[in-house]
Every structure is written in structure tokens, then in C-alpha cells.
């Protein structure tokens, strides 16, 4: 069974989040960071296998989920990875490794390199990236809708959460099996929480950072052990742009899950939840 929801305060919002146990000593910490739109429950299918092995932290990033939703103008990437770093250093973990999915994955790279920095020091010991959302590209339709006044309207007034949670699934996932009425609810029940209105189209209309270019550039020079992970159907982040981080990140692997669109940890679980073990198995 899945630990409570627990919250503590991190860059003053309100943090949601589920750790599995305390770390013992040397052990690693692995944490998890999900997509646009989703929350910690994204991660169910891999969570409870991964948290037979390893302390696990799962976490709403700002303006999703149960996380807070302030009507301020801190969305962009770089507040997400500071909400982060603030939420890690209050919990104390030690020998972290971030696993970061789309957005998130986004999230994970800046919150690597805010961390790496020694006023933010964080003992970050490897990063997985699960289709990252990093380098240029066409928006998702789903972005791209939230950034449209005009459409975003349309979408929160006349269509329910459900609709929506599922006309999106149906565009992302490839294997359509996996789209079940549980799954849909995942996503579904925080589309018209309070505040999410808010929260999702400034998310949306920040989501390119300023700085793109500099944070793109940095990944040559990551020092950490990388693993990439792409669906081979993927059609939200290309499966070649997967491939590139997997060439400019110096010590990295690549792997492609078959039959798995854009959410293979969801599509395909358990071929990712073997890939992401023997990765995490190596670091010991």
C-alpha cells in the first residue's frame, strides 16, 4: 500500500508528495518528476516496484496535482526546478537520483544544474529522463491549446475532465489498452480542481525557458551517470531528440520501449520498471 500524501512548504507553495521510507545509510533516494498536466499518480504502475527496492519520492510539481496553485507568475521551468530543490533540502534526502518524464524531465535537467550550484548543493547521484521535453520543437497540441485564450475557455467551459483527460491520452499513448477508465481518473481529477485553471495555463504559457539555449547546452557537461528512455511511437517529443540527449550526455545510455507512445511507464510498466532497476542496480 501507497504511502498518504504528506505536504510541507517549498519557494512558499504548498508541496504534495509521497515518500516510501527513509533512506538507510548509502542507500539511494529516487525521484520521481512527472508530465504536463499529471500528477505523482502517474507513476503508480512503476512506484511499488520501485520502492521495493529503493526509498522513492514521488511529488505534485507546482500548480499540479495537490501542490499549491498561486495565482503568481512563477510557472516557468526554473521555478519548478527551485520548488524542487527547496522541497529536497527540507526533506533532507541525500544521494538523490531524478527521474524526470516529459516536462518533468525538462524540470529535472534545470533542477540538476540549479543543484549542482553551491549555494543549492544537492547530492544528486544520477539522472534518468523518460522523453524529455529539452530541445526545440513544435508545442503539443495540449500546450498549445492552454497558451490559446480563446481555446482554453472552450475546453474548461463546455467539456468535463473526463473528455478532456481522455481525448489527450488517446492522442499520447500508443498502446490504447492502457487508457482505462482508472487511468483516465488519474489525470481527470485534478483538470478543475481550484486554482488548476490558473496554474495549467501559466504553466503552459511559461513552458520555454528563457534560457533554453544555456540549459541545452549544458548537457555535454553533465557529470552523472544518464539514462534515457523514449517510446519507439512516441509523436510528442520525437524519438530521435530522445536520442540526441542520449549522444551529448557524456556517460549515457538509450532505451527504446517497444510499442510505447509517450508515456512508456504507463504503457509499457513493466519493460520500465526493469529498464529503470538495472540502471539504478549499476550505480551501487
Known amino acids: 500500500m501507497s504511502p498518504q500524501r504528506k505536504f510541507i512548504t517549498a ?19 529516487i525521484v520521481l ?32 496535482g495537490m501542490s499549491g496553485k ?26 538523490i537520483v531524478l527521474v524526470g518524464h516529459s516536462y518533468g524531465g525538462a524540470v529535472a535537467l534545470v533542477t540538476y544544474l540549479l543543484g549542482s550550484d553551491s549555494a543549492w548543493k544537492l547530492d544528486i ?6 522523453d524529455p521535453a529539452i530541445y526545440d520543437q513544435p508545442l503539443p497540441f495540449f500546450i498549445s491549446d492552454l497558451r490559446n485564450p480563446a481555446r482554453r475557455f472552450i475546453s474548461n467551459t463546455f467539456t468535463t ?8 491520452l488517446d492522442h499520447i499513448f500508443a498502446n490504447k489498452t492502457q487508457i482505462t477508465d482508472e487511468r483516465v481518473q488519474r489525470y481527470a481529477a485534478f483538470y ?3 486554482g488548476s485553471h490558473y496554474s495549467f495555463a501559466k504553466a503552459a504559457e511559461q513552458i520555454v525557458p528563457a534560457n533554453a539555449d544555456s540549459v541545452r547546452d549544458a548537457i555535454p557537461s553533465i557529470a552523472l551517470p544518464v539514462l534515457a528512455i523514449t517510446g519507439e511511437l512516441d509523436t510528442v517529443v520525437p524519438v530521435a531528440l530522445t536520442r540526441r540527449l542520449a549522444l551529448e550526455a557524456p556517460s549515457s545510455s538509450l532505451k527504446v520501449i517497444a510499442g ?10 513493466e519493460e520500465t520498471l526493469t529498464t529503470l532497476l538495472r540502471f539504478l542496480n549499476g550505480l551501487q
Open 11 to 29: 519557494s512558499r507553495t504548498t508541496m504534495s508528495y509521497q515518500l516510501s521510507r527513509e533512506a538507510g545509510p548509502g542507500e539511494l533516494t
Open 33 to 64: 518528476l512527472h508530465g504536463f498536466g499529471a500528477s505523482l499518480d502517474s507513476w503508480s504502475d512503476v512506484y511499488p516496484g520501485l520502492s521495493s527496492e529503493y526509498p522513492v519520492l514521488r511529488l505534485d510539481l507546482k500548480g499540479f
Open 70 to 95: 498561486p495565482e503568481d507568475n512563477a510557472y516557468a521551468i526554473a521555478d519548478q526546478a527551485r520548488f524542487v530543490v527547496d522541497g529536497l533540502r527540507k526533506l533532507n534526502l541525500m544521494k
Open 125 to 130: 547521484r544520477a539522472l534518468v529522463f523518460i
Open 161 to 168: 475532465p473526463e473528455w478532456r483527460a481522455r481525448y489527450v
Open 192 to 194: 478543475d480542481s481550484p
Open 260 to 269: 510505447a507512445g509517450h508515456v512508456p511507464h504507463e504503457e509499457q510498466p
